[in-house]
């Protein structure tokens, strides 16, 4: 099994419709990330959390949120969606914040907004 | 704000060529930097990491260089095959909370 799951893999929703993107890893990581990624545009971090209590806004955190349900559980909500959060959408993982730690990423969840 | 751009952003060559990809990145001040493989439905793979005290990395036919001072990074392939077929993304490590920032990436093909 995959060290690292997103549920859905694909999504056709309508424009103001509640979505919600699931994470799930198994590595027992503590940090957890949430990136979207454009074509053209490398992927850029929508939100970020070091632990269950610790939440913190990327660079493009309006209109998304996030929570944390476990260690190993990252969702991540669009409360209500818009065609320009069409996306492909990512969540990875890391150990900790060592020079030589590496994030690994879930194969992605392709949402599209109508 | 730390911005990272890639060159080419797509590159096709016959099998067996050796190639080059270029990454640069426009503040040194940086934890390491990596190159991550893209392939679809498969999320990205993690091929090098360069710590910002080191100069290169090598993995079988893969070498990733860096120069922080000029804010450069290059991925040289050896022997390109057709399974190198993917999406190359090079991103930089900020020093604050192990936040990567990603360039858009070299769409490669190489053709048998």
């Known amino acids: 099994d995959a060290d690292v799951t997103q549920t859905p893999r694909n999504r056709i929703t309508k424009t103001g419709k509640r979505i919600m993107l699931e994470c799930s890893q198994t590595?027992?990581?503590?940090?957890m990330y949430w990136y979207r990624q454009d074509p053209g545009l490398g992927l850029r971090l929508i939100y970020y959390s070091f632990d269950v209590k610790d939440i913190n806004k990327g660079e493009i955190s309006d209109g998304y949120s996030v929570s944390r349900q476990a260690q190993a559980k990252f969702s991540l909500s669009l409360e209500s969606a818009i065609p320009n959060q069409t996306a492909l959408y990512f969540c990875a993982t890391a150990l900790g914040g060592s020079s030589t730690d590496t994030q690994y990423f879930g194969p992605g969840t392709r949402l599209t907004v109508l | 704000k730390q911005e990272v751009t890639q060159i080419p952003a797509a590159l096709s060559v016959p099998e067996g060529e050796n190639l080059v990809l270029n990454c640069s990145f426009t503040d040194s001040a940086i934890y390491n930097l990596q190159w991550f493989r893209q392939d679809p439905g498969k999320g990205l793979t993690s091929l090098l990491l360069?710590?910002?005290?080191?100069r290169e990395q090598t993995s079988g036919r893969l070498n990733a260089s860096l120069d922080k001072s000029s804010g450069r990074s290059t991925l040289y392939i050896a022997a390109s095959q057709p399974g190198d077929s993917a999406t190359y993304l090079c991103a930089v490590r900020l020093e604050y909370g192990n936040k990567l920032v990603f360039g858009a990436g070299t769409i490669l093909r190489v053709k048998s």
């Open positions: 590595k027992g990581h503590d940090r």
């Open positions: 360069i710590q910002s005290s080191q």
